[in-house]
């Protein structure tokens, strides 16, 4: 089992609708989960964090988190064209020897958001 | 603020040759962490220093090395370059090391060993 899960997608909508794309992870120690956007040939760019249970909203985006179910997902709100690109979950393990951090990283969602 | 930013943005390298990546953190950051981006791994973490100290190991060989300096500038050393070293190598930086702080990326160094 993969330590963070992601469809490949493509995920392909239409412009104005709603995008969901969705995370999930094996380890139930993780503290902290981040969502990244990276465009083609670009690298990662912080999109959101979120810490505990339930949702996080920041303009378009909303975060959404389920330690229960070891999930994380996100929403864009009235898709553009421009955000076409991969999504990136990202999970923070923070149970390490010796202190630290380690980004795990799925291995993204492609978004095509379609005219 | 200035961003991550990372030296050089391309290069070209041979099989056995070595190379140095070099990384500077947003002003103020202390934690430099290092991945390596491929189309078939993905991003995969490489090591994490803070404070001129490694934090944290990624699953690659001894062959990838890397140091913090005191103003928290990292490099990064590949020595006897493979085919399968060519990449896209991803720097990122933090304010601290608690597991909410925020990570932000450079522009990455791409690698390309013929």
């Known amino acids: 089992q993969k330590e963070v899960e992601q469809n490949s997608g493509p995920l392909s909508v239409p412009e104005g609708a709603i995008a969901s794309l969705n995370c999930t992870y094996s380890?139930?120690?993780?503290?902290?989960f981040f969502w990244y956007r990276q465009y083609s040939g670009k690298s990662p760019e912080l999109i959101m964090s979120?810490?505990?249970?339930g949702d996080k909203e920041d303009g378009r985006f909303t975060a959404q988190l389920n330690k229960a179910s070891q999930y994380v997902s996100l929403l864009i709100r009235d898709s553009q064209p421009s955000d076409s690109a991969t999504y990136l979950c990202?999970?923070?393990?923070?149970?390490?020897?010796?202190?630290?951090?380690?980004?795990?990283f799925g291995t993204g969602t492609q978004l095509k958001v379609e005219l | 603020k200035a961003g991550v930013t990372q030296t050089p943005r391309y290069l070209i390298k041979t099989r056995g040759q070595q190379v140095t990546l070099s990384c500077s953190p947003i002003?103020?950051?202390?934690?430099v962490s290092w991945y390596q981006q491929t189309p078939g791994q993905g991003l995969q973490f490489l090591f994490e220093?803070?404070?001129?100290?490694?934090?944290n190991k990624g699953n690659f060989p001894g062959r990838f090395s890397g140091r913090q300096f005191s103003n928290s500038r990292s490099e990064m050393n590949v020595s006897t370059l493979e085919l399968g070293d060519s990449a896209l190598y991803l720097c990122?930086?933090?304010?601290?090391?608690?597991?909410?702080?925020?990570?932000?990326f450079g522009p990455g160094t791409r690698l390309t060993v013929l």
């Open positions: 002003s103020g950051h202390r934690s």
């Open positions: 220093y803070f404070s001129e100290t490694q934090r």
């Open positions: 990202a999970v923070n393990s923070a149970r390490l020897t010796g202190g630290g951090n380690k980004l795990t």
């Open positions: 990122a930086s933090r304010h601290g090391t608690g597991p909410h702080n925020e990570q932000f």
């Open positions: 979120i810490y505990s249970n």
């Open positions: 380890d139930r120690g993780s503290q902290s």
